[in-house]
């Protein structure tokens, strides 16, 4: 039996939507292409396309996301906001 109560989650399952809408957002307010990103971040464009498409969304690690951060002069609490 354990001693912890049971509690509930809301959990956007639609934070990577929102990650990746954001970082196009920052991305674009700073002029930067999508190239420009990757390179600036070291990595591939493909990876930074993936990030931002609906279609090919896919994960990105904690050190991938303060990358971007860093090179779009946000902090990372931006990237999780909800519009």
Known sequence: M?????KEFNFNKDIKKII???????????????????LYTDRSFEFIRRIESEEGRRGFSVETLWRIA??????????????
């Open 2 to 6: 354990s001693n912890y109560e049971y």
């Open 20 to 38: 990746a809408n954001n970082i196009r957002k920052y991305r674009k307010e700073k002029g930067y292409t999508q190239e420009q990103l990757a």
């Open 70 to 83: 860093t090179v779009l002069e946000v902090s990372m609490d931006k990237l999780f906001e909800e519009k």
